[in-house]
């Protein structure tokens, strides 16, 4: 049963790493293998993905080809959807 856990975590974990590279997915990378931490809490294991903050050049960072409705912007308690005003704000 560990062996199959184990495979199915790697698995996975090499799934969104690929899927981060699709530029189609995400319009910049900032992910390595780095950023995926398999952890155990509680006797169960998860994958702890750790998003870094986009440098300024990068910005901004949007999801499935979509500028205006892909994009997110962070505050202190997470990553949030932004709206179209805010999209224009970033980019000028």
């Known amino acids: 049963m ?3 856990i184990l495979i199915a ?6 799934a969104f790493i690929s899927r ?7 319009n910049k990378n900032l992910l390595t293998d780095k950023n995926v931490i398999e952890i155990e809490i509680e ?5 702890k993905i ?3 903050r986009a440098k300024r050049e990068y910005k901004p960072i949007y999801i499935d080809d979509n ?3 892909g994009t997110f912007k962070r505050n202190f308690e997470g990553d949030y959807l932004c ?3 805010t999209v ?3 980019i000028s």
Do not use: G, H
Not at 43 to 47: E, G, N, P, S, W
């Open 67 to 69: 500028l205006f409705e």
């Open 2 to 4: 560990f062996w199959k």
């Open 9 to 14: 975590v790697s698995l996975i974990t090499l």
């Open 50 to 52: 750790v998003i870094p």
């Open 20 to 26: 981060s590279y699709t530029l189609k997915k995400v």
């Open 83 to 85: 709206d179209k005003e």
């Open 88 to 90: 224009k704000r970033i």
């Open 43 to 47: 006797q169960k294991r998860i994958l």
